[in-house]
């Protein structure tokens, strides 16, 4: 009996190590093996619509090369994913898509089983650690609003000594604070000296800032988006002014692969500065969120990152 | 009054006592059936209760009506996950609880440790660890040339929830089948053993047997309680029902409607299988009826 376990034992050991020499590392370059395999495997959440969102009763394309457990383009929709499905496109391959959370997404460590995330992600120095950023696709900028009936205020510089609010703990929080750190931007804190409101979303320091001109504050800190929509909901507030700062959304790739990221990288960003620079992305801005977010991002310069200084 | 009476005209049973045991039989039989239409009453009130509790909830029930067939193709996933991992959770159990009741040091300190760290730890974050570790253990083979043990150690989604699944759920098991397999009396071991039985073969043919019949209603229970925490490989992408309806209630902002499909759909499952867990329950006990 016992020889028979000693038996069963060594004939396990031995098949994974034939496992392990039956295959050879065929490529070192992720793009080589992107390009090989034929598809992009895009990572995105279809939980924030128009970024990403699902499509119920969708079919898979006949000879799709996207594995099951994958989600072909036909199975979602949004300004990611368009996004995703044009750098497939100009990588000349098929985009597939898979689904985890977005904590996984930015832990890095994806294990080579998605090559990128397209997925709205903000550029800041701590994911830098564990990824990669592209050339950033679109913004967030970040914008004051003020109450409707205000006319005192001009520019967003007039607003130093005022009552603002933001939510606590976001960027706004930490650029009214003087400590908001963006990787390739050099911030200018037009505001000094606010007195600070914090909030648990943007939503509630608008609506306090709706109540009247200076009653709770008299300005509120929000990304451009966020303030249009309360705007278009019927709160009586206006933008006041540029926005102070924006934040970059790019596509990310992860740091701790076992190929060689850097080709990808740098294929990633001229697909990207392309889509720029012919207005692919200015025109799928418009068509998602009515606005132009794309032209400031064609702007930003992806070398002052300094990812892959050795 | 008097036996002729009650006694029914299809009877061929002269005997008298005879007649009157079927009379009780068909008594009891009658008492039981008004006992279980009582209880049936119970439910359609207390579901008539959780109705109007849910009318006043803001909800949409057509929405759900046309929706619910994206979520249901999830259920396959759910079921089939479930399945896999409670039969190699048995087995881990199993394995277990020999360790437990082994008088081998090494046996007992292996699954003692096992137990402890698997219970001792949430599932969602033995779920984390297997999917984001897993893959780095693999990369120190691939550093030494090991490409085939690197690609062994980096699981799929759902191949990492099943792993995760299987051992938490096994470590649970373990000490259920180590008390089931203690319920059996000493006397069965010893009478065995006179018997030229091995301890291998004790425990195949007189012990696990018996045990398997007393830990059945646990297992279904456990079984019931996977199918539930199925819902967490979800974190990991895969579509099954919990993915389903919380990422189709973000396109309309459907949440409730699509909470309460999902909870309707894993209580009507569990309903299932925890009828044919009584169903095998009462097949295995076939043999001690009398």
Redesign the interface.
Known sequence: ?KRIYLALSLIVIAS??????????STNDKLAEIIKRGTLIV?T?????PQS??V??AQRPAGTKCTS?QRTATELKGFDIDTAKEIAKRLGVEVCF????W??IT?G?W???WDVSVGSMTITPERMTNLYFSQPYYTTPAEFFVHKDNTAYQKPSDLSGKKIGACTGCTYDAYLAGTLKIPGENIDYVVKDAKFTGYETDINALQDLALGDGVRLDAVLTALPTGQGAIADGLPLKPLGDPVFFEYLAAAVDK?S?LDEQNFVNKLNEVIKAMHADGTLKNLSQQFYNTDLATAAAAFDVGQLNQFSK | MAVEVMKPPSMTSPDPNMSMGIELMALERRERLIHTLKIAIVWIVLILILGLFLMSLDFDPKYMFQ?F??VLAGAGLTIGISIVSILIAAVLALLGALGRLSTNSIAQGISGFYVSLVRGTPLLIQI?II??GL??I??Q??VHG???????F?L???QSGILALSLNYGAYMTEIFRAGIQSISHGQREAAQAMGMTH?QTLRKVILPQAVRIIIPDIGNQFIAMQKDSSLVS?????EIT?RA???A??DSKFMEMFLLAALMYWILTIVSSWLESRLEKNLARAYER
């Open positions: 009996m994974l190590f034939l496992a392990a020499c039956a295959q050879q590392a990572s959440d279809p939980a924030y619509p969102q699902l119920e009763g457990d898979v689904t985890p959370d904590t996984l832990a460590n294990a080579d089983r701790h076992s | 929706h067939k994206f984390f999917y984001l893959p780095q693999g990369n083979f691939r090991y490409i085939g043990m690197a690609n062994l980096t799929t989604a759902i291998g974190f990991m992408g895969v579509w993915y919380n990422r189709l973000r396109v």
